[in-house]
């Protein structure tokens, strides 16, 4: 029976360098939120007669994302490599919106820290478009999914 989905996400620990408890509570609000809800077929692993669920690790590897794909038992079945170049417009700004929202929500009025967190959310979406076309022929997967991705993908990226 057909079980597209990640079971289990983790994230390369040596790719991150630094976190505070902002980005660590992101983080974990995001592999939770994927884990009770997400699409994720890889086409070459469907079509190999592979149907999920996946457990899936991120890392980067020379500026490049790296999504290492596994059954259920860890036994590899591809890594997805995607080069990083467009994303990190949206990283950097994401990173700039998220800052400007924590410090928000600590002392600003209820119509500043909206206004920011639409700020984030339109960023986040842009970046989850980009992800579903970078994806596409890849990975079949939908737009909830890929903005949790990205949520991870930024994680991957800070720098303190």
Partial sequence: MADPRISHIALDEATILWRNADIEQERRIA???LIEENLFRP???????????YRLKLSVEDGRLALHIAAEDDSELEVLILGLGRFRRLIREYFAICESY???IRKASAQEIETIDMARRGVHN???ELLLERLDGKVETDFATARRLFTLICVLHIRG
């Fill in 31 to 33: 592999i939770f939120d």
């Fill in 126 to 128: 842009e970046a989850a």
């Fill in 102 to 104: 924590y410090q928000a």
């Fill in 43 to 53: 086409v070459r692993s469907s079509a190999a007669g592979h149907e999920g669920p």
